[in-house]
């Protein structure tokens, strides 16, 4: 048995919380408070002080993009061509500027002054609107629309599809779903990924008024 941790957030962990659900594998989605978090954290249950974290029966595996290369074994969305497979590692470690420049907003408890850094993280000199354009960049330059340039979906886009498209949830004040408009070619990776059978499948009960709205395909139609 497998047990996923995290807040009740997709965050960190959606994508692999997509690649579990695609493996057949028997799993739990466990879901914790903060006071939680840090009786785990001051249990010595989290190895990095993070989550999420996957418990497995040989042990706990932490950090999002190991446990969705672990998973992602399991359920084909890791190339086996060795190439393709370091591609696929590629992106995922170039997406990390983009967390990283959000996480300096995460620990402000000042609302005002949370919003207005995440309003100058999206402003046209912002990191977050360098990152938008590279990774725009990235997948126009994908010859099959995958963001690693594979052949078929990947663990690559299990990740930037549920860690970029969040951010214009709502759930993060200060960064409005309009942002992501500036960006056709993203808009254009939404859909190809919103309507791969397996997502789509996947995300069929979301209402557009759940946290999860912007996986839905033609999410952003009304902006
Ligand atoms: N590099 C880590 C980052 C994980 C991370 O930032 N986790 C945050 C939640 S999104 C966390 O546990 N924050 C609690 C804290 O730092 O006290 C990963 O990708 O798993």
Not at 42 to 67: K, R, V
Request: hydrophobic share 40%.
């Amino acid at each position: 048995m497998l047990r996923l941790v995290y807040f009740p957030v997709p965050g960190r962990a959606e994508a692999c919380r997509v690649a579990l659900a695609f493996s057949g594998l028997e799993w739990e989605d466990v879901e914790v408070t903060g006071v939680r978090f840090e009786i785990m954290k001051n249990n010595g249950e989290l190895p990095w002080d993070m989550l999420p974290i996957l418990q497995t029966p040989e042990g706990t595996i932490a950090e999002s993009s190991a446990i969705l290369r672990f998973v992602g074994h399991d359920v084909g969305l890791v190339p086996e061509d060795r190439f393709q497979s370091a591609k696929v590692d590629e992106f995922i470690d170039g997406m990390g500027p983009l967390a990283t420049a959000l996480n300096t907003t995460f620990g402000i408890s000042d609302e005002d002054e949370r919003i207005r850094l995440r309003k100058e993280l999206f402003s046209p000199q912002g990191a977050g609107t360098k990152n938008l354009a590279l990774l725009q960049r990235k997948v126009s330059q994908s010859d099959t629309g995958w963001a690693a340039g594979t052949d078929e979906m990947t663990i690559a886009d299990l990740k930037l599809f549920t860690e970029l498209f969040a951010l214009f949830s709502g759930n993060y004040d200060g960064i409005e779903a309009s942002v992501i408009s500036d960006y056709p070619q993203l808009l254009k990776y939404h859909e190809k990924v919103a309507n791969e059978p397996r997502i789509k499948a996947h995300y069929a009960t979301v209402s557009p008024d759940e946290i999860r709205w912007t996986f839905l395909p033609r999410a952003f139609d009304n902006l």
